[in-house]
């Protein structure tokens, strides 16, 4: 399986971006998916997850009310709609394919990633 993450980009401080991943095969086969994250200097950090089933979302405090994740099992996509960016939300953030069905912030249940997309906000 291979995860291909794009839509990353250079934005401002309040703006919005559309994170979109595609699957290599069908993800309809009850994976659950996330994307994480990685600032300059810093570990990689869960960002949000959806089951396979696109209820139970997981979301990291900081992005609550601002991210929005959402997923095409017929497509093998998953999208993380960004609003009210900020500074700190500067990264790489990658997608990832969940070994089991259900949404979890646990970076070593997911088995695939992808190489991720720069997302620079500017303040």
């Known amino acids: 399986v291979q995860l291909q993450a794009s839509g990353g980009g250079l934005v401002l401080a309040g703006g919005s971006l559309r994170l979109a991943c595609a699957a290599s095969r069908r993800t309809g086969s009850n994976n659950a998916m996330g994307w994480f994250r990685q600032a300059p200097g810093k570990e990689r950090e869960f960002v949000a997850a959806?089951?396979?089933?696109?209820?139970?979302?997981l979301y990291i405090d900081s992005v609550k009310g601002r991210f929005t994740i959402s997923r095409d099992n017929a497509k093998s996509t998953v999208s993380l709609q960004m609003n009210a960016l900020k500074p700190e939300d500067t990264a790489v953030y990658y997608c990832?394919?969940?070994?089991?069905?259900?949404?979890?912030?646990?970076?070593?249940?997911?088995?695939?990633w992808g190489r991720g997309t720069l997302v620079t906000v500017s303040s």
């Open positions: 959806i089951s396979w089933s696109g209820g139970g979302a």
């Open positions: 990832a394919l969940g070994r089991s069905s259900i949404a979890t912030k646990n970076p070593g249940q997911y088995a695939y």
